[in-house]
C-alpha cells in the first residue's frame, strides 16, 4: 500500500496508531520498536509471558507489509532452518537453494534463546550484514530487514543465553511491563472483539519505509553531541560495576537510535535529550557486569543510571578561567 | 509479651515518640533562652541565675503544652506566660515574696545596679531578677516566632546571649561549652527528624562554626573587652569625703576613745581605711572608683603566692567616718547592709546606713621570708610623679638609697633608715601636715613627727628612688579587742611583686608579730634579718639587673581591641558586600548573559533554580529541569528547552528564539517567586550560583 512521500514522524504515526490498536497502553515501547525499525536496527524484546511481546512483532510485522516469517526457536531447531539448505534437484540435476525462514522483511525470532547456541549463532551473519552464507555461497537477504527476538527472562530451564556477540547486534532491548488497569481492561474488551496482529492491515509499503530509513539517517546531529553519546558509551566503560562495558557499536547504535527518535518528533536534528531518553535501551544489553554487582543486584540499567546522572550534558555552561562560557558546543 | 498487649505497647511507643518530635522544636527554644540567660552566671553566680531561668523556662513550656493540648489557650499565652513566669520567680528567688515591688526594681534598675556593683553581684532581687525576667520574654517571643519560622525564633534567645557577652565575655573552655549548648539546643530546632539528610550536615557546621568562633574567643586574654559595658559608679556615692589623714594629731589628741572592737582568731596588725596614692605637693588625695561590693572580690591577679583566708567581726563604737575598717585584700563583707568598695584599695564605704557590726573576710598572702626579702618591686603599678621634689628631700633619697636598686630589701632600708633617725612624736604638741613644707621640716630639720609626717616622708623618698609606694590611713590593732583613737596610724604599703602591697612601719611602733603567720609576720622575719646596707649595695652592684619582661615601657598587650575592631569591621563589610555585591554581580550577569542569547538565557534559568535551592547537576538538560520543576516554571523551562534546542543542535547559525527564550526565563522567576517578597530576597541573595 504506497502512501507517497511520508515524512518519518507521519510514518511512524500512522504505525505507531496501528499498533496500538492491538498493543494497548504502551506508547513508548511502541515509538521504540518503531524507532529500531526506521533506524534499520534490530529489536530484542525481553519481558515475561504474555504481555504482548509476540503482538507487538506481528503488529510491527503486518504493518509495513512486505514477507514476513516467524521462527519458534526450539532446541531441536537446525541452523539450516533458519539460513536455508541446499538439496539435490533430481528435475534439474544439481544443487537447489531453499531459503530459510530467515529471508523475509520482518522475522520474529520467538523464544530466541531456546535454539541452541549453535542455532542462535547462524543469525550473527545476517543480523550484521544482512546476507546468509550457505556452502560458501552469499545469498542476500530482502530489505529492509528486521530481527524481532522475544525472550523470556526467567525461564531458564531449557534455554541458552544469547551471546554477547548477538546481544551486541541488537540496536535496543526493550522491556514491555505490565499494563495498568485501564490498558488491561481494554485489552481484555479487545480479545472479546476477536481484533488479533494478524487483523490489522499495512499501513505503508516497503518502498515508503526504505524512504523514511533514508531520511532517519539523514538527520542533522551535532558534534556535541555525538560525543556525548561517545561519552555516554566510554563511561559505562569504566564504572566500577561493570566488567565489559559498551562497544563503540553501542555508540553509534546509540546515535542512529536518537536520529530515529528525533525523526519520529518531526525534528531534523538530534538533541542531547534524545540520546539520553534511548540510553538505557540501546546500551543495557551490552554491558556484562562484575560479579560483585550481581551479588549486590546491580542491574545494567542502575549502571546507565549512574552513567547519566554523572557524565555531563552539552550545552550546560561551565566555569573555565573565571568566565562562564559554554562546554563542548561548537 | 504477646498478643494485643504488645501492639498496644508498640501503639504508646509511637504515639509518645511522635508526641516527642513534635515538642522537640519549643523545647530547643526554651533550652536556647535558658543557656542564653545562664551565661549571665560570672555575673550572680552559676546557682542565682541558672534556677530562676530554669524556673521561668519550665512555667512557659507548661503553657505551650497546654495551647498544645488547647489550641484555644493561645491567645491567652502572653498573660499566661507573664503571670506564671512571676510566680515562679517569687517562688524561686528569695526575697521576691516578701518585697514584690523589688521585682520592679530588678526590671527597671536591676541591668543597670548590676553594672555598679563588683561581681558576682549579691543575688538581691532588686539585681538578679532582670535576667529571669529577661529569658521569660526571649521565652515567650520565640515560642511565638517558632509558629512563624524555626529560624526567627531563636532570635531572642541570640538576643539574650549577646546582651549577656557585653557584661562579661566568656572565653576559653567556658565559651566553647557555651556555643555547644547553644548548638545543641538550636539543632533540636533547626533540624527535621527523622528524614532531613542535610541536617546532619548543617549541624556538624554550626557545631564546626561555634567550636572555631568559641575557640577564637578562648584564645583572647581573658581581659575586659572592648564590647563591654562601662562599669559606671552608683549615683549615689558621696563627692566629698573627709580624709582620715588630717585628722590624725586631732585623734591622738583624745587617745582613750574606744572607735571600734573586733573579735577575731588571728592576731590583726592593721586595720586600713583608705590608700592614698596622689600627691600635688601639699594634700594626698585618691581618686576612688566605688562599686557596690558583690558577693565576693576577686583577688587581684598580680598576688602569685598562695593566700589564707581570715575572718573578723567587727563592731563599730564611736564611728564617724564614712570610711569602714577593712583590709588590703577584702574578700567579702557579710552581715552588712550594701556597702561601696575601691576594688583597687579594698577601702570600704557605708551606703546609706552604717553598718554597726560586720563580719569581713580577707586573703592573707602565705609568704616565705626568704622568697620575700629576694622580691622585687612593681614599678608600674603607679605614677610615681610627685610634681616639684624640694632638693633637701630630693638629697636624702640618694643618700638613703643611692646605691639600692628598687627592691622589697631597699624598701626595709629605707624604712630602717627612718626609724632610726627620726623619733615619733608624743604629748600634746603634735606637728601636723604632710605637704613638701611639713615634710622638708621634719626630714631635715626636726627629725621628729606623727606618723602622718613618717607615711608622707617615707612614700616621697620611696617614689624618689623608684618604689612603688602609697600612703594608707587605718588603725593599728593592739593587744586585745579594742581598737581607740591612739591606735590611729598612717604607715606606707610597698608593691611587691606576686605578693601585692605589703605595709611597713616607719615609725616602728607597730607590734611585733614576728612569732604569727602570714604577709606581717614574714615581713618582720625579713626586717629582723636584713644586712647591713653597704653589703646590700654590695650585692646589687654585683648582681646584673634583673632583666625586665618588658624593658621598653609599659607593659605589652595582647592587641585584641584591634583584633576585635578588625574582626568586627570584617564582618560588617562582608555583609555590605553581601547584601550589595551579591545583587550587583548577578545584574552585572545577566546583562553580559543577555548578549549571549538563548544560551545565555539557559544559563540563567540554570542559575534562577540554583538560587531557588534546586539541584542542578552539570548532567541535567533543561528538559531534565522541566520535568522537575512544577506548574509554571516547568512551563517556562519546557518552553526555554525548545529554544535551546533550536540554538545550539539544528545546525542554524542564528539565534531567532532568543527574545522568546528571555521571555521564557521571566516567566520562570515569576513562577519561583510566586510574588513572595521573602523568595524575591531569598533568591536575589542566595550565592549558591555564585559559589558552585
Given at each position: 500500500m504506497k502512501r507517497g512521500d511520508l515524512d518519518p514522524q507521519q510514518a511512524y504515526e500512522l504505525i505507531a496508531g496501528n499498533i496500538e490498536r492491538v498493543i494497548r497502553g504502551k506508547p513508548l515501547v511502541v515509538r521504540l520498536a518503531i524507532a529500531t525499525l526506521f533506524a534499520g536496527g534490530h529489536l530484542l524484546i525481553e519481558d515475561?509471558?504474555?504481555?504482548g511481546k509476540t503482538s507487538l512483532a506481528r503488529g510491527l510485522a503486518r504493518s509495513i507489509g512486505g514477507r514476513s516469517s516467524r521462527i519458534q526457536f526450539t532446541?531441536?531447531?537446525?541452523?539450516g532452518d533458519i539460513t536455508g539448505v541446499v538439496v539435490y534437484d533430481q528435475g534439474q540435476g544439481k544443487f537447489v537453494f531453499h531459503p530459510g525462514g530467515?529471508?523475509?522483511n520482518v522475522v520474529l525470532a520467538d523464544e530466541?534463546?531456546?535454539?541452541?547456541p549453535k542455532t542462535q549463532s547462524a543469525l550473527l551473519e545476517v543480523m550484521a550484514e544482512r546476507q546468509v552464507t550457505v556452502d560458501a555461497e552469499t545469498h542476500p537477504v530482502p530489505t529492509p530487514f528486521m530481527v524481532v527476538a522475544t525472550q523470556n527472562p526467567?525461564?531458564?530451564?531449557?534455554t541458552y543465553r544469547l551471546p554477547e556477540a548477538q546481544l551486541d547486534r541488537f540496536l535496543m532491548r526493550i522491556e514491555v511491563g505490565y499494563p495498568d488497569h485501564e490498558s488491561e481492561v481494554e485489552v481484555v474488551a479487545l480479545d472479546g472483539s476477536g481484533?488479533?496482529?494478524?487483523?490489522l492491515e499495512q499501513v505503508i509499503d516497503l518502498e515508503t519505509l526504505r524512504e523514511v530509513v533514508t531520511a532517519v539517517r539523514s538527520v542533522y546531529v551535532n558534534e556535541a553531541v555525538m560525543g556525548y553519546a561517545v561519552k555516554l558509551a566510554a563511561a559505562t566503560r569504566l564504572h566500577?560495576?561493570?566488567r565489559y562495558g559498551a562497544s563503540p557499536r553501542g555508540s553509534i547504535a546509540l546515535v542512529r537510535a536518537a536520529r530515529a527518535i528525533a525523526a519520529t518528533e518531526g525534528r531534523q536534528f538530534v538533541t542531547p535529550d534524545d540520546v539520553k531518553s534511548i540510553a538505557r535501551p540501546v546500551l543495557a544489553h551490552r554491558l556484562v557486569l562484575t560479579s560483585d554487582a550481581a551479588l549486590a543486584r546491580r542491574t545494567a540499567d542502575d549502571v546507565i543510571g549512574d552513567v547519566l546522572e554523572e557524565t555531563p550534558a552539552p550545552g550546560n555552561p561551565v566555569r573555565r578561567d573565571r568566565q562562564w562560557s559554554l562546554g563542548a558546543v561548537t | 509479651m504477646h498478643g494485643p498487649g504488645r501492639y498496644r505497647c508498640l501503639e504508646l511507643s509511637v504515639h509518645w515518640c511522635r508526641g516527642v518530635k513534635r515538642r522537640l522544636p519549643i523545647i530547643g527554644v526554651l533550652a536556647a533562652c535558658v543557656v542564653a540567660g545562664s551565661l549571665f552566671a560570672p555575673v550572680f553566680g552559676t546557682t542565682a541565675v541558672l534556677w530562676p531561668t530554669l524556673a521561668v523556662a519550665v512555667v512557659a513550656y507548661f503553657v505551650e503544652e497546654a495551647i498544645l493540648r488547647r489550641p484555644g489557650l493561645a491567645r491567652w499565652r502572653v498573660p499566661l506566660t507573664l503571670a506564671g513566669g512571676l510566680v515562679a520567680l517569687a517562688a524561686v528567688v528569695p526575697g521576691v515574696a516578701g518585697r514584690p515591688v523589688s521585682l520592679w526594681h530588678g526590671v527597671t534598675t536591676g541591668w543597670r545596679r548590676t553594672l555598679e556593683s563588683?561581681?558576682?553581684?549579691?543575688?538581691d532581687p532588686e539585681l538578679v531578677t532582670f535576667v529571669p525576667i529577661l529569658v521569660l520574654i526571649a521565652c515567650l517571643l520565640g515560642a511565638r516566632l517558632l509558629q512563624v519560622s524555626r529560624a526567627w525564633c531563636l532570635v531572642p534567645a541570640v538576643a539574650v546571649a549577646g546582651f549577656s557577652q557585653a557584661y562579661v565575655t566568656l572565653t576559653g573552655l567556658d565559651a566553647l561549652l557555651a556555643g555547644l549548648a547553644l548548638a545543641g539546643s538550636s539543632a533540636l530546632v533547626l533540624?527535621?527528624?527523622?528524614?532531613?539528610?542535610?541536617a546532619w550536615v548543617r549541624l556538624v557546621a554550626a557545631l564546626a562554626a561555634v567550636t572555631v568562633g568559641a575557640t577564637v574567643l578562648g584564645l583572647v586574654p581573658p581581659t575586659r573587652p572592648a564590647a563591654q559595658l562601662p562599669k559606671p559608679?552608683?549615683?549615689?556615692?558621696?563627692?566629698v569625703l573627709r580624709n582620715p589623714l588630717n585628722e590624725i594629731a586631732a585623734r591622738l589628741r583624745s587617745?582613750?576613745?574606744?572607735?571600734f572592737t573586733v573579735r577575731t582568731d588571728d592576731p590583726v596588725e592593721r586595720w586600713p581605711l583608705i590608700a592614698l596614692d596622689t600627691f600635688d605637693g601639699a594634700t594626698w588625695s585618691v581618686e576612688p572608683r566605688f562599686?557596690?561590693?558583690?558577693?565576693e572580690l576577686p583577688l587581684?591577679?598580680?598576688?602569685?603566692v598562695p593566700v589564707s583566708a581570715q575572718t573578723a567581726e567587727v563592731s563599730l563604737v564611736d564611728w564617724s567616718l564614712p570610711w569602714l575598717p577593712s583590709q588590703a585584700r577584702t574578700r567579702s563583707v557579710a552581715n552588712a547592709p550594701a556597702l561601696l568598695v575601691?576594688?583597687?584599695?579594698g577601702a570600704l564605704l557605708a551606703d546609706q546606713a552604717r553598718p554597726s557590726q560586720y563580719t569581713v573576710t580577707w586573703d592573707d598572702p602565705a609568704v616565705e621570708p626568704e622568697q620575700l626579702s629576694a622580691a622585687g618591686v612593681?614599678?608600674?603599678?603607679?605614677?610615681?610623679n610627685l610634681g616639684q621634689v624640694p632638693d633637701g628631700i630630693d638629697q636624702l633619697a640618694g643618700q638613703i638609697g643611692?646605691?639600692?636598686?628598687?627592691s622589697f630589701q631597699m624598701a626595709l632600708v629605707l624604712e630602717e633608715y627612718l626609724r632610726t633617725h627620726y623619733k615619733v612624736a608624743t604629748g600634746d604638741d603634735l606637728p601636723t601636715g604632710h605637704g613638701y613644707a611639713q615634710l622638708n621640716h621634719f626630714l631635715v630639720r626636726s627629725k621628729r613627727g606623727t606618723s602622718e609626717q613618717f607615711a608622707a616622708a617615707y612614700v616621697v623618698l620611696a617614689r624618689q628612688l623608684g618604689l612603688p609606694a602609697r600612703l594608707v590611713v587605718g588603725f593599728r590593732q593592739p593587744q586585745g579587742s579594742v581598737v581607740r583613737n591612739a591606735d590611729i596610724l598612717a604607715w606606707p604599703e610597698v608593691a611587691v611583686e606576686g605578693v601585692g602591697w605589703v605595709p611597713l612601719d616607719p615609725t616602728g611602733t607597730a607590734e611585733s608579730?614576728?612569732?604569727?603567720?602570714?604577709l606581717a609576720s614574714a615581713a618582720e622575719k625579713v626586717r629582723r634579718s636584713l644586712p647591713p646596707t653597704t653589703e646590700i649595695e654590695r650585692e646589687h652592684q654585683s648582681?646584673?639587673?634583673?632583666?625586665?619582661?618588658?624593658?621598653?615601657?609599659?607593659r605589652r598587650q595582647w592587641p585584641w581591641q584591634v583584633v576585635l575592631l578588625v574582626a568586627g569591621g570584617g564582618v560588617v563589610a562582608a555583609l555590605l558586600a553581601w547584601l550589595v555585591g551579591v545583587p550587583a554581580v548577578k545584574a552585572i550577569r545577566r546583562r553580559r548573559r543577555r548578549r549571549q542569547g538563548t544560551v545565555g538565557a539557559w544559563a540563567e534559568a540554570r542559575d534562577l533554580l540554583r538560587d531557588n535551592g534546586m539541584q542542578v547537576?552539570?548532567?541535567?538538560t533543561a528538559r531534565d529541569l522541566a520535568r522537575v520543576a512544577d506548574g509554571p516554571v516547568g512551563q517556562a523551562m519546557t518552553l526555554l528547552a525548545g529554544c535551546l534546542d533550536r540554538a545550539?543542535?539544528?545546525?542554524?547559525?542564528?539565534?531567532?528564539d532568543r527574545e522568546f527564550a528571555w521571555s521564557a526565563v521571566r516567566k520562570a522567576r515569576r513562577g519561583l517567586i510566586q510574588g513572595r517578597l521573602s523568595r524575591r530576597i531569598r533568591m536575589t541573595l542566595s550565592t549558591r550560583s555564585l559559589v558552585g
Open positions: 515475561l509471558p504474555g504481555l532446541p531441536d531447531l537446525l541452523p530467515i529471508f523475509a530466541v534463546n531456546r535454539g541452541t526467567i525461564e531458564m530451564e531449557g481484533l488479533t496482529p494478524d487483523d566500577s560495576s561493570v | 563588683t561581681w558576682p553581684a549579691r543575688p533540624l527535621r527528624w527523622p528524614g532531613d539528610r542535610t559608679s552608683p549615683a549615689d556615692t558621696p563627692s587617745p582613750d576613745t574606744v572607735v562599686q557596690r561590693l558583690g558577693r587581684d591577679p598580680r598576688v602569685t575601691d576594688p583597687a584599695s612593681e614599678p608600674d603599678l603607679l605614677d610615681l643611692g646605691g639600692l636598686r628598687p608579730t614576728a612569732g604569727g603567720r602570714g648582681e646584673p639587673a634583673a632583666p625586665s619582661a618588658q624593658p621598653d615601657g609599659p547537576t552539570a548532567a541535567a545550539l543542535w539544528s545546525g542554524q547559525d542564528s539565534d531567532p
